[in-house]
T-cell receptor
């Protein structure tokens, strides 16, 4: 069964500082990996996705993530955080065997200090 | 272009009642998936429909059911509501039925009293 672990429930960073959110997945084959962001009371917005190819993927809003098969990780990074980045971030894994089911982690709440 | 739309935005029901939530996918998208997001948790997969056929079902009781219409819109039905059904219900649409990027709607906030 596929699963996702986001070890950090809350993270606080200062505006302008760099950010890394951790994500570890469990899946038997090559997974499809996603990062979504959710603002309070809102739906999910896709930041970036990895299907295949280059293991460093670029997303919207200056975010990037790196797929590391050996570590079963897909960490999200941003070199300089803006106050508007404060939100909850979800990592998700999708299967390659058909269907669109996504399995999400429990999320990381990001707080940005001015 | 309009994104995924869901109705209603908020809903309050009492235990034992029935509820119907509605979702309209992005134009041209043929797959709709439903997720339940309990406060403080990540979304949990409930159902996927593609071309009006059920393509996947998560670990939810039979009180939960769904269907997809010829115009690809979808309904999620929950019978005999429990307090634990209180959650944000998210609908996601995608172009195809498998291995596809999904676009999420704003959700329906269901409160069961």
């Amino acid at each position: 069964a596929q699963s996702v672990t986001q070890p950090d429930i809350h993270i606080t960073v200062s505006e302008g500082a760099s950010l890394e959110l951790r994500c570890n997945y469990s899946y038997g084959a090559t997974p499809y990996l996603f990062w979504y962001v959710q603002s309070p009371g809102q739906g999910l917005q896709l930041l970036l996705k990895y299907f295949s190819g280059d293991t460093l993927v670029q997303g919207i809003k200056g975010f990037e993530a790196e797929f590391k098969r050996s570590q079963s990780s897909f960490n999200l990074r941003k070199p300089s955080v803006h106050w508007s980045d404060a939100a909850e971030y979800f990592c998700a894994v999708g299967g390659t065997g058909g269907g669109n089911k996504l399995t999400f982690g429990t999320g990381t709440q990001l707080k940005v200090e001015l | 272009d309009a994104g995924v739309t869901q109705s209603p935005t908020h809903l309050i029901k009492t235990r034992g009642q029935h509820v119907t939530l509605r979702c309209s996918p992005i134009s041209g998208h043929k797959s709709v998936s439903w997720y339940q997001q309990v406060l403080g948790q990540g979304p949990q997969f409930i159902f996927q429909y593609y071309e009006k056929e059920e393509r996947g079902r998560g670990n939810f009781p039979d009180r939960f059911s769904a269907r997809q219409f010829p115009n690809y819109s979808s309904e999620l039905n929950v019978n005999a509501l429990l307090l634990g059904d209180s959650a944000l219900y998210l609908c996601a649409s995608s172009l195809l039925g498998s291995n596809n990027e999904q676009f999420f709607g704003p959700g329906t906030r269901l409160t069961v009293l």
